[in-house]
């Protein structure tokens, strides 16, 4: 019994370190506005990671969420951490579970670490459009998806948008299924990912966000994919020659908190916090698709840009097929077959 409470209060001083060091770095407040804008006596920091620069849409949708909350209540001191200063999203998310983060919103992809469920996102080639995804993730299915949060400890407020995810890499030029033979490509944490590239002829090698870059510059992976709004804001084009407009999955991004902090907020604090996640998450939906077309034509401009034909894109699809049938063995027909039905019935 006695090793029991030793264990017991070296896990709690293990979480009071962490939630100290959790705290970021004050000067690391990201935000435009935030300095000198600490959280006074009464107000309850809430601090944002996310994985991307401040040149992102979805920095502009933080910031966005911090501007409807502070207008609205003096309750809360929002702070947006950019680019993993804080964590990367597996990380972040873990973070959450243990009280030493307020908010992060990552990737669904990701999330699979948490929820195996979460993979449906990760299914290639069968959302068509962003118009078919926000009937998908603001319906009855996106809520389910959301409700799943709550036995990890989570609460998801809204859908974001990530992207239609296309390949960079800077070995060749890819036009063809046939061109992905043995290329290194790095691919998020996530077994529908490495299982769908290395369906396609390609070698996957998992990798945090926030490692991305410097492997590309060391040449220690041949390629990646991405949306292009992450492509264009993290300088990929640097050290990338080729781009190859696959649209091979759409990410979604999840707006989430801390279970037990929102538990703790009266009706009045949860709704304003909810309403302005949907609300910035609308605006980062529309920067998000405007961005996506600019820098599509700046990539174009700095990348040898390959598109790819029906017929080709065709063969992507067939070749891939098998990953969306085996992946009903982690994650559940049930969840399967309901995505497969709302795409369909919005298409
Ligand atoms: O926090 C930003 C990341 O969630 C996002 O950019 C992840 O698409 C992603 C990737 O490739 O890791």
């Not at 702070?79 to 983060?101: F, K, N, P, W």
Request: aromatic fraction near 8%.
């Amino acid at each position: 019994m006695k090793r029991k409470w030793s264990f017991m209060i070296m896990v709690f001083i293990l979480i009071l370190v962490m939630a100290a060091c959790g705290g970021g770095d004050d000067e690391g407040g990201e935000t435009e506005g935030s300095e000198g804008n600490e959280a006074s006596g009464d107000q309850q920091n809430l601090r944002i990671s996310i994985g991307v620069n401040d040149s992102h849409p979805e920095y502009e949708g933080a910031v966005r969420f911090k501007e409807l909350v502070e207008e609205q209540t003096d309750d809360f001191n929002v702070e947006v951490y950019h680019s993993g200063q804080i964590a990367d999203d597996r990380a972040a998310v873990e973070m959450l579970q243990l009280g030493t983060l307020e908010i992060t919103i990552p990737s669904t992809s990701p999330m699979v670490n948490f929820i195996p469920e979460y993979g449906v996102f990760d299914l290639p080639f069968t959302i068509p459009n962003e118009e078919v995804a926000d009937q998908v993730l603001d319906g009855e299915f996106g809520d389910e998806m959301l409700d799943m949060l709550e036995d990890q400890g989570l609460v998801g407020l809204a859908w974001w948008e990530n992207g239609f995810r296309n390949l960079t890499n800077d070995t060749r030029p890819v036009e063809s299924v046939d061109d992905l033979n043995g290329l290194n490509v790095r691919t998020m944490e996530n077994d529908i990912h490495m299982d769908a590239w290395s369906a396609m002829g390609a070698n996957p090698t998992p990798m945090a966000f926030t490692e991305l870059f410097t492997a590309m510059q060391q040449g220690t992976i041949d390629g990646q994919e991405n949306p292009y709004p992450t492509i264009e804001t993290s300088n990929y084009d640097e050290v990338q020659q080729y781009l190859s407009g696959t649209n091979h999955v759409y990410t979604p991004f999840v707006f989430l908190m801390d279970k037990e902090l929102w538990d703790g907020f009266t009706e009045e604090q949860q709704t304003i916090i909810e309403e302005a996640a949907l609300e910035a998450g609308e605006y980062n939906r529309e920067r998000n698709r405007e961005v996506a077309e600019e820098s599509l034509e700046t990539l174009q401009e700095n990348m040898e840009y390959s598109e790819i034909s029906e017929e080709e894109l065709e063969r992507f699809r067939e070749s891939v097929e098998p990953v969306i049938e085996n992946s009903r063995t982690d994650l559940g027909d049930e969840v399967v077959d309901r995505y497969l039905e709302e795409i369909e019935k919005h298409e």
